[in-house]
């Protein structure tokens, strides 16, 4: 969706860049139209989306889609499996990366598109070393751009725990890590590939909005169960003395007929009408959606499908409802299945991780070469294989 209000000529065409408020570019979701002259709540900080809520939408679509989630979790295990070694010199890697820093990695730069690590220095003035890299969500960082219109880059980070209320949690400038020392915090920020300059977009971005679709119909049936499948009775009471007596004995006489009705369970809902007469009774008349149940289905079905392409995850290691899969599948057809998701989801994503790390590490040792340590049981098949061909 495209929204343009005035003719502002454009300096950049991979990016939108404008000194004024009047150019709004956006794409399905997300507001590209970064301008490194407006600021938030007086700090040159540029948000990813107001108050850095496109990450928000992300991570609530983890949260809210068991299909994302699911599959964001298997990619993430595949990813770290037993761990991430340095192959290329004695360097122990795990004193300045822990284990948990590392998983938190991969499950960042499957879910958002990068990571943010910060780096901690030694106290010794004459001598100072990197003592250890670690892990900050990457939420929490707005960027701080060059004072220019035509490809500004990042200088610098803003932190703030939680900027929708910046007001509450000042943001904190922060360096952008170089190599060198400079006092303060420092913060490097690592992300995939994109056309997005300033902030990571994840893989399986174009499936965002069936994600948010099937974390509805999770709530859609939440409500349902909690409401709509209550028995509802209606007690009438049609003229005579009950229906003369005062509004205050009529309150308290009807909350003693649903407490004496219902035993004060909540699956049971009583409403107690004083009438003029009976044609004055009241009744309650449901409407519903024609074919809900078919519709319901449908959409949980297409959602599941959309998600699954939207990561280019095998069918037949993801599909839940669809088609028989899982258990019912050849052995073979899983094993290629899964050869083929390390092919085009596992490496390209480790790549990610290991390029931005070993960066980081050929600054304490240049000999350094970083590798995930696949599952075992996937070693001896791949051994298996190499002996099979060489024979």
Same mark, same amino acid.
Request: with cysteine; aromatic share 10%; charged share 25%.
């Given at each position: 969706?495209?929204?343009?209000?005035?003719?502002?000529?454009?300096?950049?065409?991979? =990016?939108?860049?404008?000194?004024?408020?009047?150019?709004?570019?956006?794409?399905?979701?997300?507001?590209?139209?970064?301008?490194?002259?407006?600021?938030?709540?007086?700090?040159?900080?540029?948000?990813?989306?107001?108050?850095? =809520?496109?990450?928000?939408?992300?991570?609530?679509?983890?949260?809210?889609?068991?299909?994302?989630?699911?599959?964001?979790?298997?990619?993430?295990?595949?990813?770290?499996?037993?761990?991430?070694?340095?192959?290329? =010199?004695?360097?122990?890697?795990?004193?300045?990366?822990?284990?948990?820093?590392?998983?938190?990695?991969? /499950?960042?730069?499957?879910?958002?598109?990068?990571?943010?690590?910060?780096?901690?220095?030694?106290?010794?003035?004459?001598?100072?070393?990197? /003592?250890?890299?670690?892990?900050?969500?990457? !939420?929490?960082?707005?960027?701080? /751009?060059?004072?220019?219109?035509?490809?500004?880059?990042?200088?610098?980070?803003?932190?703030?725990?939680?900027?929708?209320?910046?007001?509450?949690?000042?943001?904190?400038?922060?360096?952008?890590?170089?190599?060198?020392?400079?006092?303060?915090?420092?913060?490097?920020?690592?992300?995939?590939?994109?056309?997005?300059?300033?902030?990571?977009?994840?893989?399986?971005?174009?499936?965002?909005?069936?994600?948010?679709?099937?974390?509805?119909?999770?709530?859609?049936?939440?409500?349902?169960?909690?409401?709509?499948?209550?028995?509802?009775?209606?007690?009438?009471?049609?003229?005579?003395?009950?229906?003369?007596?005062?509004? #205050?004995?009529?309150?308290?006489?009807?909350?003693?007929?649903?407490?004496?009705?219902?035993?004060?369970?909540?699956?049971?809902?009583?409403?107690?009408?004083?009438?003029?007469?009976?044609?004055?009774?009241?009744?309650?008349?449901?409407?519903?959606?024609?074919?809900?149940?078919?519709?319901?289905?449908?959409?949980?079905?297409?959602? !599941?499908?959309?998600?699954?392409?939207?990561?280019?995850?095998?069918?037949?290691?993801?599909?839940?409802?669809?088609?028989?899969?899982?258990? =019912?599948?050849?052995?073979?057809?899983?094993?290629?299945?899964?050869? !083929?998701?390390?092919?085009?989801?596992?490496?390209?994503?480790?790549?990610?991780?290991?390029?931005?790390?070993?960066?980081?590490?050929?600054?304490?040792?240049?000999?350094?070469?970083?590798?995930?340590?696949?599952?075992?049981?996937?070693?001896?098949? !791949?051994?298996? #294989?190499?002996?099979?061909?060489?024979?």
């Amino acid at each position: 969706m495209a929204v343009t209000h005035k003719a502002v000529p454009i300096v950049d065409t991979e =990016s939108v860049f404008s000194m004024s408020n009047d150019v709004v570019k956006m794409s399905a979701w997300q507001p590209i139209d970064i301008n490194p002259r407006i600021t938030q709540g007086g700090f040159n900080a540029v948000c990813n989306g107001v108050n850095n =809520s496109n990450y928000k939408t992300l991570r609530d679509a983890y949260d809210d889609s068991p299909t994302n989630s699911s599959i964001i979790n298997s990619f993430v295990n595949f990813m770290y499996a037993d761990g991430l070694k340095n192959v290329g =010199s004695d360097l122990d890697i795990s004193k300045f990366l822990d284990e948990d820093t590392v998983e938190l990695i991969c /499950l960042d730069t499957k879910m958002l598109g990068g990571f943010a690590l910060q780096a901690i220095w030694n106290d010794n003035e004459n001598d100072r070393k990197l /003592l250890k890299f670690e892990y900050v969500p990457i !939420e929490d960082f707005a960027v701080e /751009l060059e004072n220019r219109l035509v490809n500004p880059k990042v200088i610098g980070y803003w932190y703030s725990w939680d900027w929708r209320q910046s007001a509450t949690y000042q943001p904190v400038q922060c360096k952008k890590f170089n190599g060198t020392y400079q006092g303060g915090v420092e913060i490097v920020i690592i992300q995939r590939v994109t056309k997005n300059k300033f902030f990571p977009l994840p893989d399986y971005f174009s499936g965002i909005n069936y994600c948010i679709a099937e974390g509805f119909l999770g709530q859609n049936t939440k409500t349902h169960f909690q409401f709509e499948n209550k028995i509802t009775t209606v007690i009438n009471f049609n003229g005579g003395k009950q229906g003369a007596a005062s509004e #205050e004995i009529k309150k308290k006489k009807a909350e003693k007929i649903k407490e004496d009705y219902t035993g004060g369970s909540p699956k049971h809902h009583v409403v107690v009408s004083y009438n003029t007469d009976g044609l004055d009774a009241t009744t309650i008349d449901q409407v519903e959606t024609p074919n809900l149940n078919q519709q319901n289905v449908f959409f949980a079905e297409e959602c !599941e499908r959309k998600i699954i392409v939207a990561h280019s995850a095998p069918k037949i290691l993801f599909s839940g409802s669809n088609n028989a899969s899982g258990f =019912s599948s050849n052995a073979d057809e899983i094993l290629v299945a899964t050869k !083929e998701m390390y092919r085009r989801n596992i490496n390209p994503l480790r790549k990610v991780v290991i390029d931005g790390l070993e960066k980081l590490f050929k600054l304490i040792d240049v000999n350094v070469k970083l590798e995930f340590i696949d599952f075992e049981e996937f070693r001896k098949v !791949e051994t298996l #294989e190499e002996t099979e061909e060489q024979v």
